[in-house]
Every structure is written in structure tokens, then in C-alpha cells.
């Protein structure tokens, strides 16, 4: 049996850690490569970092960034933001990333999941999925709509379906964010989980809505996700890492 993997996620704004809800209202919680140290000897199994105003900002990742999250960590971390292309994809690795997220670039560009699987490997492509709940339709049968640019712009495609595209294309992951659960710590969102996670044969990261523990148990049962991804849980709500895999563990899930 494969072991569940927790996942800790960093949104990076100008060089801090910061936090929203769906995704507004970001406050400053703190450095993070300090925080993502912290988390890994707490025993986090993977980092995620965004860089969420890069695109916007027209800019690459920061680099400076991860060459000292390569230098911090011993687990694999993946980074987001910034990324417009193959050579971006290359400069992001060569800092010390293990894997890179693509998300609206991907929409729009649904080639550079192809170029960035044939030059570094699909187990270093992940793509990045925001969803918003909109009703099922013909359009939408899943229910679901991949939004783009930070949850601000709707794409009139279908998640899952985008989900399946992205695979055959060369991603060899997916981070599902569900905008309706973002922040909010009720739980994730278990249906659009399930759907994706059984519609592909990658793994599937649950994000957005953790709160407790329990929610992780959920997701990683009945949403039938591979990973899930938490921030405000460790943030600032005072869960560890170590205390949420000892839960999981109690629930009979099996972790590392």
C-alpha cells in the first residue's frame, strides 16, 4: 500500500509567508524557508511553494528563494509562480527545486506540460488546478470549473476533464485546490477530490480547507486523495506536523 504523504504549503509574497481566505485577505505569518526548516524536522514529507504575485508581477520565481530552501531542506519541494516557460522550468530545478507547478500557464499553454515532461521527466511536472464549484451543466458535467490567474478568471473548462488533458500531456501530479474551501478550515472539498482522483492514474494533492485533523482523514479516504496539502493548520492554528501524522496514524491511515 502506498503511504499518504502531508504536505505543507508556503504562499510567498514579497520574500514572506502569507495567508489568505479564498484567496483574499493575505496577512504576513513569516520567512519562509525558517518555516519550512521547521516544518520539515517536524516531519512534513514534501514543500510546496508559491510564489503568488510572480506572474502577475511578470517576473520568474524567486530564486534566491529556493536556493536556500535547497540548502534548508532534506525532503523534495515543489515551487510555483513565475514559471513562463521550459528555460524558467530549468533555472527553478537547477536552484535546488525538485518539481515545478504549472497552473494558468498550463491552460493556456497546455504544450509546455509535454516540453517540460520530455526535458526533465513528468515526476518533476505538477500541475497546479484551482476549481470553483459553478453547478453541473453540459459544459461542466462535473460541476467544477478550472479558474485561472489567482481564482479571478474563469476558463469555461471542466476540471476534471482538464484533469485527464493535463495527464495525457505530461503531468505526473496533480495539486487540486478547491477555491470554495480555501482558507475556511471546514474540510475539503471531497467531491471534486473524488472525481479527479479517480479519473487519473497520478497522484492527487487535496488543498484548500484544512482545519483539523479529521478533515485530513476525510480527504485522504473518502475524497481518495494521494497527498494532502495544509498551511493555516501549522501556520497559525497551532496543529504540528508530527501531532497531524500521529492522528492519521490513529484513524489507520498509513503515513510516514
Known amino acids: 500500500m502506498l503511504l499518504k504523504r502531508l504536505i505543507v ?9 502569507t495567508k489568505g481566505v479564498k484567496f ?41 528563494m529556493v536556493e536556500r530552501a535547497a540548502r534548508a531542506l532534506t525532503i523534495p519541494f515543489t515551487v510555483g509562480g513565475g514559471i513562463r516557460g521550459v528555460e524558467d522550468m530549468r533555472a527553478a530545478l537547477l536552484a535546488g527545486a525538485d518539481k515545478v507547478s504549472l497552473n494558468s500557464l498550463a491552460v493556456e499553454k497546455p504544450e509546455i506540460l509535454a516540453e517540460g515532461a520530455r526535458a526533465f521527466g513528468r515526476q518533476c511536472v505538477v500541475l497546479g488546478m484551482d476549481a470553483r464549484r459553478v453547478g453541473v451543466s453540459a459544459a461542466i458535467p ?11 478568471e474563469p476558463t469555461g473548462r471542466d476540471a476534471v476533464a482538464w484533469a485527464k488533458e493535463a495527464v495525457a500531456l505530461g503531468a505526473g501530479e496533480i495539486c487540486l485546490n478547491a477555491i470554495d474551501t480555501d482558507g475556511v478550515r471546514e474540510g475539503y472539498e471531497l467531491e471534486i477530490t473524488r472525481q ?9 494533492i487535496a488543498s484548500g480547507g484544512a482545519g483539523a485533523p479529521q478533515h485530513l482523514v476525510e480527504v485522504l479516504t473518502a475524497g481518495k486523495a494521494d497527498a494532502a ?17 500521529q492522528a492519521l496514524r490513529a484513524a489507520a491511515i498509513p503515513v510516514r
Not at 479517480?198 to 492527487?204: F, G
Not at 496539502?229 to 501524522?245: R, W
Request: hydrophobic fraction near 35%; charged fraction near 30%; include cysteine.
Open 9 to 17: 504549503c508556503l504562499d510567498v509574497r514579497n520574500g514572506r509567508v
Open 229 to 245: 496539502l495544509v498551511a493555516s493548520m501549522v501556520h497559525t492554528m497551532g496543529y504540528t506536523c508530527q501531532g497531524i501524522k
Open 24 to 64: 483574499k485577505g493575505n496577512v504576513d505569518v513569516g520567512d519562509p524557508v525558517e518555516m519550512a526548516a521547521r516544518y520539515c524536522d517536524e516531519g512534513a514529507d514534501e514543500m510546496v511553494f508559491y510564489d503568488i504575485t510572480a506572474s502577475a508581477e511578470h517576473r520568474r520565481c524567486d530564486l534566491e
Open 142 to 152: 462535473s460541476g467544477y470549473e478550472v479558474v485561472i490567474r489567482g481564482g479571478r
Open 196 to 204: 479527479v482522483s479517480e479519473a487519473v492514474k497520478v497522484p492527487v
